[in-house]
């Protein structure tokens, strides 16, 4: 703990840490003191000069005459880094201390490199409510907001497994000057972000408490969502998140401030390695050159066991010697019968050589059968129009059915002379019987009268 001179003005500064370590600012909220971020130091002080301090009227600083402003806590905090010789540091603030970081990020933004706003808001609360805050406590003192206080910082879970730790903060509030309190809530009434937030350009990385019922996770969310390229992260806590949720806080910080580290140990030797590149050139154009070789030689190795195929070959050549062995065997049996053998022979090539007229005989065979089979089916056609033709000619049904139809057309409708001659001839034409062709003369003897 030391103590820091600004403007004839003391402050409790406490620094953690390496000195050659990059440095964080933290800032804790109204009504606090620099122990609110006790369960930050050792997660983050392995890899940073943290620096902790106690604001304007606040745990061990002095107690001014106020109202404060958010400009006058502002030049405290650059007056702090200017003691320590501190240029460029990270900001870790909450609360009433994220108000100075966003300050901070507007009006000294070559000071801050990253930021960490926990439970913020770009403007907490109405002027009205801290108007009203300030009259009670100028009146009563901090005891008679202490209980109210406490209850909205923890859940009513963390109230009850930790009573020790909630009562240390209700104590330490209710020992804090009234002037201080009211001093530092003036500077909380009067402070709006809600036009600046757009034109903050460094990574900001917002931390929200699901369960704050003085900065609500949704007010939290628009503050990162108008910053351009601002993370957020909700946690299971209420107002003072650093404590209540003091791991996954302090995990969440370590991501966010080491990975710059990280990137930035990363860029350092991309900068170093274009001195490395006049070396490697030789190299590759070397490395191809034997790739290509292994290549071909890959192509020609499966060309290798192909070649021995033949070599494989000769195994399907014994089968076919045991062929002339068998027809030997066979050859003895008709050997006594030499001469029919020569006969046969003879006759086989008589076959072979008669082979070809006997084709065209078979051709000649073929067409001969084709034109019998066209003359049979014709004169099946004829017989069967002749079969047809016939019972018209010789049936007496028919006969009758012929002289009748005459007669039919006779009644129906006179005939003329030429009609009845042709109708004659045809009659005479056909084998009648005596007695219907004198029955025909008759009718046509009297039709004629």
């Not at 809530?185 to 937030?197: T, Y």
């Not at 399907?316 to 045991?322: G, I, L, S, V």
């Not at 030429?418 to 025909?440: G, H, M, Y």
Request: glycine fraction near 6%; charged fraction near 30%; proline fraction near 10%.
């Amino acid at each position: 703990m030391t103590e820091t001179i600004i403007d004839g003005d003391a402050f409790n500064v406490v620094v953690e840490g390496a000195a050659n370590a990059p440095a964080i600012l933290l800032a804790h909220s109204l009504g606090t003191n620099l122990h609110a971020f006790d369960r930050q130091i050792a997660a983050l002080a392995p890899h940073f000069r943290l620096v902790r301090f106690d604001a304007r009227g606040h745990g061990g600083s002095r107690v001014s005459e106020g109202p404060y402003t958010i400009d006058q806590l502002g030049k405290d905090a650059l007056a702090i880094l200017d003691a320590l010789d501190i240029d460029k540091a990270h900001f870790v603030g909450l609360a009433a201390g994220g108000l100075l970081g966003l300050w901070l990020l507007r009006h000294a933004p070559e000071r801050i490199d990253r930021a960490v706003l926990a439970n913020i808001a770009a403007q907490i609360g109405s002027p009205d409510f801290w108007d009203e805050r300030i009259r009670v406590v100028k009146e009563k003192g901090t005891e008679a907001v202490a209980p109210a206080l406490v209850e909205n910082w923890f859940t009513r879970g963390y109230r009850a497994q930790h009573p020790e730790e909630v009562e240390r903060f209700e104590q330490a509030l209710a020992a804090m000057s009234a002037e201080g309190y009211a001093g530092l809530a003036a500077a909380v009434r009067d402070a709006n972000f809600r036009e600046d937030l757009h034109a903050i350009k460094h990574p900001v990385l917002v931390v929200v408490g699901k369960h704050d019922p003085m900065t609500p996770p949704g007010v939290g969310a628009l503050v990162g969502s108008a910053i351009p390229g601002a993370k957020t992260v909700a946690l299971e806590a209420a107002h003072l998140s650093p404590v209540e949720a003091a791991e996954a806080f302090n995990d969440a910080v370590l991501e966010f401030l080491l990975g710059a580290a990280e990137m930035a140990e990363s860029e350092a030797p991309s900068a170093e390695a274009p001195a490395e590149p006049p070396p490697k050139k030789p190299r590759k154009p070397r490395a191809p050159k034997p790739k290509p070789q292994p290549a071909p030689a890959a192509t020609h190795e499966p060309l290798v066991p192909r070649e021995p195929a033949p070599a494989a070959a000769p195994k399907p050549r014994p089968r076919p010697a045991p062929k002339p062995k068998a027809e030997e065997r066979k050859a003895p049996e008709p050997a006594p019968a030499a001469q029919p053998a020569r006969k046969s022979a003879a006759k086989k090539t008589a076959k072979k050589t008669a082979k070809k007229p006997a084709r065209k005989a078979a051709v000649k065979k073929r067409a001969v059968k084709k034109a019998a089979v066209k003359k049979t089916a014709r004169k099946l056609v004829v017989k069967k129009r002749v079969a047809r033709k016939a019972p018209i000619k010789k049936s007496p049904a028919r006969k009758a059915a012929v002289k009748r139809r005459p007669v039919k057309k006779a009644v129906k409708k006179p005939l003329r002379k030429t009609a009845a001659k042709k109708a004659s001839r045809k009659l005479a034409k056909r084998p009648v019987r005596k007695a219907a062709a004198k029955k025909t003369g008759r009718r046509n003897a009297g039709r004629r009268r």
